[in-house]
């Protein structure tokens, strides 16, 4: 019965009694109120979030406490709790974020400049990047939390990312998209993982220039495009 | 006053009463018994060892129970873990014994055949012995057990060991010991990234051949000793 004098109301079209406006009022202000506090939620979220994601790479994973995350961002334990039920939740968020961004900063594509600058722009793109979060890229390549299935899985996201766009990206300087053989996958991911290997040779011993690893990462590629694309020279050494 | 009656027969050489001559014997075989004991229990302990690098060569670390490996050596749980107090500790043994075995299987130094020859079975050695332990070796490198902290000093043990080895390995077939350089460091570390990289793209994808990615390893390895010994290429592109 509630339900069809309300609707005899609303098609109607007159005017509720002022006990009904005042309820109405009440509902429109608790669900303003609910849109501002989950617009608040979202703010809070992408601030812990980054805060997070600053903790997390100057520490290793398990360097990082809650109760240090709790601290720095001014808020109980339960409230983090509240955004991120587990150190892992804010620590996977942190990674995928910084997964888009390491793919975002190394997109050469909308550069205009020959391709091996473009190659060596985006090289030095990735090397800055890593070299800005040290600590923790070292510990994720080196074990650490790198056993985690899910953070294994982001990791060899972007290298498949990497690959592709190796192919076949938009504006890729390398342009061997027609030659998708499991050898030129092989070659690229190998060329990936001597990127990856100099890359934590170079952040642990600081008697690298970064200029002198970009260009031997450079220089390696040559030879890599011209393997990936058959051309095998020790048959004849 | 016993020690002094006993220091009295050894001095003065005659024999014991029959008595002391019994309990002599006895002595005598326990110690022999103790030394059987001791022989079997290294040869249960070898036994426990190489059943466990089996199992574990054929699954992950998270799929070996310590159950299964009781029922495959007839014995109990127990006795496993008298041998090896847990799990990790089997795990570690076999692990050290590998690492030890490939370094073995991949010295070419007393091949008797040319520099490039010797590259050449080094590297299908590797591939060989990686292949033969194909699910743990994917297990270990991406991630699983990886994160272990003495499971990584391990790998990176024999990581170190193998660029030792190309630097100035007795019978190196490159022979660049005389250029050990932080670039030359970095620019071999990062060749063995990429065999890594490449291997387990090999063994996760069986359209390649093992010759295939052996000559790509072979081919990819002159380019790296020409950086390692500072010819840089890109500067002239």
């Known amino acids: 019965m509630a339900t069809r004098r309300k609707r005899d109301d609303s098609s109607t079209g007159k005017a509720p009694p002022p006990g009904r406006r005042v309820a109405r009022a009440i509902v429109r202000r608790v669900r303003d109120g609910r849109q501002r506090v989950r617009l608040d939620n979202d703010a809070r979220r992408a601030q812990l979030l980054e805060l997070g994601m600053k903790v997390f790479s100057e520490k290793t994973y398990d360097e990082v406490s809650i109760d240090d995350l709790a601290r720095a961002a001014g808020i109980s334990k339960g409230l983090l709790y509240h955004y991120f039920p587990t150190k892992r939740d ?5 990674l995928r974020t910084t997964a888009a961004e390491l793919l975002a900063r190394t997109d050469v594509s909308a550069i205009d400049a020959s391709p091996i600058e473009r190659v060596r722009h985006g090289i030095d793109a990735y090397l800055s990047f890593v070299a800005e979060r040290k600590v923790s890229y070292v510990s994720l390549m080196r074990g650490g939390i790198g056993s985690d299935p899910e953070v294994l899985r982001i990791v060899e996201d972007v290298r498949a990312a990497l690959v592709e766009r190796m192919f076949d990206g938009p504006g890729s300087p390398l342009a ?3 030659h998708r ?6 070659a690229l991911r190998g060329w990936l993982g001597f990127a990856e290997a100099a890359s934590l040779e170079w952040l642990t011993h600081p008697d690298l220039e970064q200029a002198t690893i970009r260009d031997l990462l450079v220089d390696m590629l040559l030879p890599t495009l011209r393997l990936a694309l058959g051309f095998s020279l020790s048959r004849t050494w």
Do not use: N
Request: glycine residues 14%.
């Open 176 to 178: 061997i998209g027609d």
């Open 90 to 94: 804010l620590y996977l968020a942190g």
């Open 181 to 186: 053989t499991p050898l030129a996958r092989a």
